[in-house]
Antibody, heavy 121, light 111 residues
């Protein structure tokens, strides 16, 4: 069974840092691009960052560029999101998701984790 | 303001047909980027409902259907059921932003 399990969410003070992890299982992890999506309380979904299967290509939402770094360890089947200079508006549930598609313009998120909660206060 | 525009809410009686629009621009849907739809119940993770404009993952009832034309896409739910009450999001890729974008989400209420 394909599974994604996020961890690392916590209560952190403004200006602090946090590293989120997403443990993957049930599929050849290195063969798939992965992404982070967040959802602030009572709000919609917001794409955060994406990384290619080998880790060589990374993309970031403009609003977060410079404060977050996505990475992956294919030997550990784990995806990461390093977040720095955290602000109150970063408070959200952070989901990792597996991507399917042949090209950027048809990538979609076919498997989602349950999410991990980050609170900046 | 979301790059993809969805109505905040739609409603219908059981058995009715409802549609949710997703309006983009020439840098995303109009540029040929595919549109995908997700369903989310409060307190749970989203799940894929329609991928690449018109395709349903296994397990998704055929009362859900997707379409795309020009700079817009739509999700239709025919034979609306009580368990369809949820939030629905469209998603695509924006070449101008070099990133993936979601609609603001639509709450479907079954009257």
């Amino acid at each position: 069974e394909v599974q994604l399990l996020e961890s690392g969410g916590a209560l952190v003070q403004p200006g602090g840092s946090l590293r989120l992890s997403c443990a993957a299982s049930g599929f050849p992890f290195s063969s798939y691009a992965m992404t982070w999506v967040r959802q602030a309380p009572g709000k919609g979904l917001e794409w955060v960052s994406l990384i290619g299967g080998s880790g060589g290509s990374t993309f970031y939402a403009e609003s977060l560029k410079g404060r977050v770094t996505i990475s992956r360890d294919n030997s550990r089947n784990t995806l990461y999101l390093q977040m720095n200079s955290l602000r109150a508006e970063d408070t959200a549930v952070y989901y990792c998701a597996k991507l399917r598609g042949q090209h950027y313009n048809n990538y979609y998120m076919d498997v989602w984790g349950k999410g991990t909660t980050v609170t900046v206060s | 303001q979301s790059v993809l525009t969805q109505p905040p809410s739609v409603s219908g009686a059981p058995g009715q047909r409802v549609t949710i629009s997703c309006t983009g621009s020439s840098s995303n849907i109009g540029a040929g980027s595919d549109v995908h739809w997700y369903q989310q119940f409060p307190g749970t993770a989203p799940r894929p409902l329609i991928y690449v404009n018109v395709n349903r993952p296994s397990g998704v009832p055929d009362r859900f259907s997707g379409s795309k034309s020009g700079t817009s896409a739509a999700l239709a739910i025919t034979g609306l059921q009580a368990e369809d009450e949820a939030y629905y999001y469209c998603q695509s890729y924006d070449s101008g932003l070099s990133g993936w974008v979601f609609g603001g989400g639509t709450k479907v209420t079954v009257l």
